[in-house]
């Protein structure tokens, strides 16, 4: 099985084509797993470490998150939360708590003098640090996948879901202007991204959906939220580069919606609430499926029900392409790492076009 | 039923928040029972839209939107309800256990809860095992929710139910368990007292329970 990087691979099977085999592909594997699987610590800041662990465990792509309020990593030294923690003791000096200025934890556009006021200059700057460095770490082959346009999510965390979901109903035009506003930082990020030639394409990690359907309605989605990712779709395939989605959740509903604005793959078809077979065989003509290896089997199966779960997935939705395999999220530090392994050991070994499993 | 109680309930049912006020008055005046307009209107409109909830007819901000309009046509009533009448279907604590922070799917449910009838303490996110017992033992509440979102912190609701085994206290409260990795059978599995996979299916088993409790 040939192990070295190569990101026409992915392409393939992102178009929709069986390549030589099924590749491998991740949103996020946590840093203790690509650590035990190098035999080495692995940190945040070790970028070299990262590119050798998807380069050696088979991906044809590093993901490398750029993006606005990127979720671990809006901290206390963030430039955000200084002027947040400013904004928040002026009206509270009595404050302690330094979750009341963390983005993660609090929601602060409430009202349309909230957002007036909002600091969107320091939310929106954004660290590029580690996309610059990564190119010449690149292994011949391989390329970036950018972990970046995140807008729905961004714009709830910051008006809070309740609150989000009540003026969305009475207040549409407010939180019209709150997702403009994210997707206009985003969009500049955007085109920053898509400018590195060694980026191959965007990854958009963005939950629309609970276990029982969309979070909102899908004619708000399509109003506020996919207007803007068909924007997005359509920059990136100017570019030639691919635009792929991920959400967990029961998709079912927005699948049409999905493809109709110009998504290359979706990731990970949520394995506790879809069925990736039926997905396969209703939409797996019109858009690459990524999955779905459920993170609760790699937590507490063993490994011949991971073995056994990836071979169904070989058996029914890798033939005629279009098909990437990994976990049903990310794989979390949490997994079994043997749990991890026997995923990608079963996956290169069997994963072969024609696949014969 | 009277056309103004039929105007209040459609009122919350298609969000009318700002004429909601003016109906529950109008419905008092006309001489309707303050009860009677809890009980036939404001109640019932919420259990229509539960129902349209759990059909996938509307979403999470329409649900959160009406629920909103019947709490504001219950603050007008409120103070003329006897003491008979105000007294709720009963008490639940609510709360997502230690080491989850998630709280979207927890809200829905106290919403939806308060929209039946119940007296809603919610407690929040993260609340460790002994917290929550204190609670238990000071509220008294007939009944606990727990949720959680995540597989890594769904142990924590079999904690709560072992110390309040241990402590004397299992059989003085019903236990309702739900969030993303949670299921019937793990509830089962914990002795919990029932599982609801949305906020629809959670009103229906704490009115069960709570006749029970």
Redesign the interface.
Known sequence: MDLRPDFNRFLKAVRGEEADRVPLAEILVEYPIQGKFLGREVTASDLEAQVEFWTRAGYDYVPISVSMMTPGKVTEESKISRVLREMVLRERPEETDPRAWNLEFTSFIHERADFERFPWGPAAEMDFSMLDRVKDLLPPGMKVIAISGKIFTLTWMLMGFQNFSLKLVMEPQLVADVFRKVASIQFEALDRILAKDYVGGIWVVDDIAFGTGPMISPQALREHVFSWYREMARRCHDKDRVFLMHSDGDLTSLMEDLIDMGLDAIQPIDPTCMDIVKVKQEFGQRICLIGNVANELLRSGSTAEVEDYTRHLLRHVAPGGGFCLGSGNSVPAWAKFENYLAMRDTALKNGAYPIKV | MSDLLESLKEAVIT?R?AEIEGLVKAALESGIAPGSIVNDGLIPAMDVVGRQFAD?Q?????M??SA?TMKTGLEVVKPMLTGEETQSKGTVLMATVKGD?HD??K?IVSMMLEGAGFRVIDLGVDLSVDKLIDQVESVKPHLLGLSALL??TMPEMKRVIEELTERGLRDKVRIIVGG??VNAKFAEQIGADGYG??ATEAVDLARRLAVLA
């Open positions: 969000r928040t996938g509307i979403f999470v901000p329409e959160l939107v909103m922070l979207i799917g809200n597989t890594t993303a990795p996979a949305n």
